[in-house]
């Protein structure tokens, strides 16, 4: 059962707009985090976020969390060819070791 | 610093093979995983360990066994390989369980199963 989900789960779009990618879960998360990845390689980690509400920026990136910790969201300002990947959350719940990924959205970015 | 290395990089079985998929590490981290990626599944959780001796399971653990005799190793064995297998794994560290800490992946395994 796959506890997150992802949308859209593709989005095209040209250099220089902006877009919001979301992550949604019925379960309430101890933390949240997402990854991107690029062809060939596996995840890399770009922010972690733990308190309902929390904002957090990475240059044109800001990431949210939910006042409820069940679901976040990734803005991306500007939008450059380099920010093409799949972009994926993660969440565990408290109490476990289970560590589980949502569905992902594959960006591409156009010049 | 070679982080999370797996082995192979590309394998192609026949239906009812069994076969083992290495990950080693060299982080000193105490929890690791396997995940399987399929196109529009994101990646899903087949085994995982806490520390060495302790495995548990994760979403699809089903044709999939693991075992931790070491910290820094972490084998996934197909024990009869079939088409549904086919499949991206992708093995992983961090230094704890919790979500709160980073996890790091190796390249990947691209496994193909005829």
């Known amino acids: 059962t796959q506890l997150l989900e992802q949308s859209p789960q593709f989005l095209s779009i040209q250099e220089g707009e902006n877009l919001t990618v979301y992550c949604n879960s019925s379960s309430v998360f101890s933390s949240l985090q997402w990854y991107r990845q690029e062809p060939g390689e596996g995840p890399v980690l770009l922010v972690t976020?733990?308190?309902?509400?929390e904002v957090k920026k990475l240059k044109r990136l800001t990431f949210q969390f939910g006042d409820a910790r069940k679901d976040s969201s990734l803005h991306i300002t500007a939008a450059q060819p380099g920010d093409t990947g799949l972009y994926l959350c993660a969440a565990s719940t408290s109490g476990t070791y289970k560590y589980i990924f949502g569905t992902g959205t594959r960006l591409k970015v156009l010049a | 610093n070679a982080g999370v290395t797996q082995t192979p990089k590309f394998q192609v079985l026949k239906t009812g093979q069994s076969m083992t998929l290495q990950c080693a590490q060299d982080?000193?981290?105490?929890?690791m995983s396997w995940y399987r990626q399929d196109p529009g599944m994101g990646l899903r959780l087949i085994h995982y360990s806490v520390g060495a001796g302790i495995t548990d399971q994760g979403e699809v653990p089903n044709g999939y066994n693991v075992s931790r005799s070491t910290t820094e190793d972490f084998p996934l064995r197909l024990l009869s390989a079939a088409p549904s297998q086919t499949s991206v794994y992708f093995c992983?560290?961090?230094?704890?369980?919790?979500?709160?800490?980073?996890?790091?992946f190796g390249q990947g395994t691209r496994l193909t199963v005829v």
């Open positions: 992983a560290s961090s230094y704890q369980g919790a979500g709160n800490t980073e996890a790091f």
């Open positions: 982080m000193n981290h105490e929890y």
């Open positions: 976020v733990v308190t309902g509400g």
